[in-house]
């Protein structure tokens, strides 16, 4: 069931920010993207980079705030409704809340297109339900989408068809890689990879701090840690390296870096870590159950 896009590892090419998926060719899309906050607007930058989306339209109440994304390939409205029924790919990132209105609004104009929901917390059968016409696929992005680096796990409805699926990759392709997964994990998901940049920031503020307390400046302390991360996952990435590999590779007997692994495993890390997506995933599957019952 899982699967890496191979249309964005195969050319993953570190260093450079936002990769263009080309896996269509022949394809010209036009998407819309309703709900243009933080998740939307970025999701937007990156499709609009992309040759083979011909027009992205974002729409929000309030869309004084997003003006300066206006281009020649992105339009920006408040009218949901004109926006799904001029694309052929809608995309959904308003908050769970606001998911019945909007989804409501849009239902004439979505039938037989592909709905990709961004919402966490809101299930297939849950969107179905007020869109039973479209093909709805379920995705959490991250944030990292701001620079087209997010990882985007993905469940799908069965109407989908192998054609739909190369199209649902090539968009969430443009804003960094994905992966499908059964829809059983998208909470999960949601407390890993969506929470997750929550998580590294809180790693690398303490591991600046740690830089700070030994005497070093704060711009020499964030330069050498956010590309020690990046670059370690990278390297684990890559040559697809177990993390115990690397950690005992550069653990010398008596070493520094045993000694400061010490004094983690003394703090628990690790137990912290997998309470704290423990709970995000209880948070998430408390609140997906709101919905269904809403
Ligand atoms: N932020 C993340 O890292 C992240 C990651 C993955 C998934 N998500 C999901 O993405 C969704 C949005 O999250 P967010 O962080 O981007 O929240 P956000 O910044 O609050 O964005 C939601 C946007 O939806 C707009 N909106 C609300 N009602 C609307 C309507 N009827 N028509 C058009 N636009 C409407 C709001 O703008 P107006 O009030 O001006 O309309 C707002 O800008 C959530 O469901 C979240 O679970 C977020």
Not at 32 to 47: P, Q
Not at 67 to 79: E, N
Not at 84 to 110: M, N, P, Q, R, T
């Amino acid at each position: 069931m899982s699967a890496i896009c191979l249309s964005c590892s195969e050319k993953k090419d570190i260093g450079t920010r936002f990769k263009i998926p080309k896996i269509q060719k022949d394809v010209q899309v036009k998407v819309a993207v309703i709900g243009g906050g933080k998740i939307g607007e970025a999701v937007t930058r990156g499709l609009a980079k992309s040759h083979e989306i011909t027009k992205v339209t974002v729409t929000k109440r309030n869309i004084s705030t997003i003006r300066s994304l206006q281009s020649d390939r992105i339009v920006i409205t408040q009218d949901n409704q004109k926006a799904a029924k001029e694309s052929d790919i809608v995309i959904i990132s308003v908050k769970a809340g606001d998911a019945k209105h909007v989804l409501e609004e849009i239902s004439e104009f979505v039938s037989k297109k592909i709905v990709i929901s961004l919402m966490a917390a809101v299930s297939i059968k849950r969107i179905e339900s007020t869109i039973p016409s479209a093909k709805v696929v379920r995705a959490m992005p991250n944030i990292a989408a701001t620079i087209g680096e997010a990882i985007t796990a993905y469940a799908t409805s069965p109407k989908l068809s192998k054609k739909d699926l190369e199209r649902v990759e090539f968009i969430l392709c443009c804003f960094g890689d994905c992966i499908q997964v059964p829809e059983n994990l998208m909470d999960a998901v949601t407390a890993l990879s969506g929470s997750g940049p929550a998580y590294i920031a809180i790693l690398i503020e303490a591991m600046v701090s740690a830089g700070l307390k030994v005497g070093m400046p704060r711009d020499i302390a964030f330069k050498l840690v956010t590309k020690t991360l990046t670059g370690t996952a990278d390297l684990l990435s890559q040559k697809q390296m177990h993390p115990a590999e690397l950690r005992d590779t550069v653990t010398t007997p008596a070493g520094t870096t045993i000694a400061g692994i010490y004094e983690l495993e003394k703090g628990s890390i690790r137990t912290s870590i997998m309470n704290a997506v423990d709970a995000a995933t209880q948070a998430a599957e408390r609140v997906a159950k709101k919905f269904e019952n809403d």
